[in-house]
Structures are given as structure tokens and as C-alpha cells.
């Protein structure tokens, strides 16, 4: 499996097939006279800008921090120890419901999207 062709961008659900977002970046563990382990995908719009360099990554997480607080400045990690399947779509073993990954659409739908008319 060649992991940036094959995980990178893939659509992410949980086992409820509810689509989380994509696979934006992928955490790796580095051990000494081993090959690294991947250890957890990161999802969000801040894991997404990190792949342009870091000062658009440092900028999101300062607005994501000024925007939601400090704990938001960070992407969202799932383990890879939860991936149920992967094909199409990446399946986690996780409810997205009992998470915090959503909070930011849930944000937007209630301060910006439900405020315009006809939305």
C-alpha cells in the first residue's frame, strides 16, 4: 500500500457510514533502525494548509485558536488503531456523534449558514 496514493484525500466515515471529511494528513512515529509507523490521520482545514507550507499551517491554527479557542488550533486526530476498512472510503470504529470533529460545521450552520435568508 503506498499511503499518500492510497489514504491521503480519501473520504472518511465512521461505522455508521456518516462522512467526516477527508483524510488531510497523516501522523507517523519514528523509531530508531525501523521503518516509521503510521500512528494517526489528521483531518481539518489546518492538517489540509500545513500540506502548503508552514506559515499557511501556523495561520489557520491562529484563527481556528482566535475563532474557537485554543483546543481548536489543532487538526483533529483519529488513531489507526480504529480503521475498520479500507476501501472506497476509510472506515473508522469510532461515533462520530460522541466526537468533537463536526463542531466546526455545527458552528458555521448555526452562526453564519441558518442567519442567511432562504438557508
Known sequence: MQLLRD???KQVVDREQIKIGKVDGLVAELREGKPPRVIAVELGAIALTRRLGASPGRWTAR????LRGKRQ??????AWSKVRD???DIEFDIDVRRTKILAWQNWLRTHIVGRIPGA
Open 63 to 66: 484563527l481556528a485558536a482566535r
Open 86 to 88: 479500507i476501501g472506497v
Open 73 to 78: 488550533a489543532r487538526p483533529h486526530r483519529i
Open 7 to 9: 489514504i491521503l484525500d
